[in-house]
């Protein structure tokens, strides 16, 4: 089984453990770590990570310092990364890209269209329907990063490193439903890189 890191950017636990069950679900061990409690050496003590949601705006300077061991261990680790939301936001901070306000808040199932193939999406159709739940979005992409899709809302609805296993979703995968279970199915694309 792969243990994978999961960091709680939530100021509670209790919207994190979605997200820490999917993961089970799909094969995973989950370690749980705070985002005070992060280091390039703690990500790589494990076979993945997955950077969660949060409420902050990482356009907002003292948010921007509030996580900046995380971007940094982001940076610095070897580790398999998957930001989620907000930590789709932080991984594109990390390297460089702006994170700005959208026009409108968004909290719904959207259309998310599949631009390239990618192990992130295998097995998956090109048309799936996410949960986007957010008020800021990644402007552009990050320097050498691919955009894996886009979505009704979100020009950039997922990106990828261009050599490392490293990914960022603005949606919210571990909020699917039995008519919509494509974030399920994302999640276990994820934890099936590891093995």
């Known amino acids: 089984m792969v243990k994978v890191l999961v960091v709680n950017n939530y100021p509670g636990r209790e919207r994190v453990v979605a997200l820490e069950r999917c ?7 989950i370690v749980p770590a705070d985002l005070r409690d ?25 948010i921007i310092m509030k996580f900046q061991q995380e971007a940094d261990a982001v940076l610095e680790s070897k580790a398999p990364i998957f930001g989620v939301c907000f930590g789709h936001q932080l991984v594109a901070h990390a390297y460089g890209a702006q994170v700005v306000k959208d026009a409108r808040e968004v909290k719904e199932m959207v259309e998310t269209t599949v631009l390239r193939e990618d192990p ?36 950039i609805a997922a990106m990828k490193h261009p050599t490392r296993i490293l990914y960022g979703v603005q949606f919210h995968p571990e909020r699917f439903t039995k008519a919509h279970p494509e974030g399920d199915r994302v999640l276990g694309n ?4 590891l093995r």
């Open 120 to 155: 992130l999406f295998a097995r998956l159709p090109k048309s799936l329907v996410l949960m986007e739940s957010r008020y800021e979005v990644v402007k552009s992409l990050p320097d050498g990063f691919s955009r894996l899709a886009r979505s009704a809302t979100s020009k």
């Open 38 to 62: 992060v280091s390039p050496g703690r990500f790589d003590s494990c076979d993945g990570v997955v950077l969660s949601g949060s409420p902050d705006m990482m356009s907002n300077p003292k």
């Open 190 to 193: 994820f934890v099936r890189m």
């Open 23 to 29: 993961l089970q679900k799909n094969g995973a061990e």
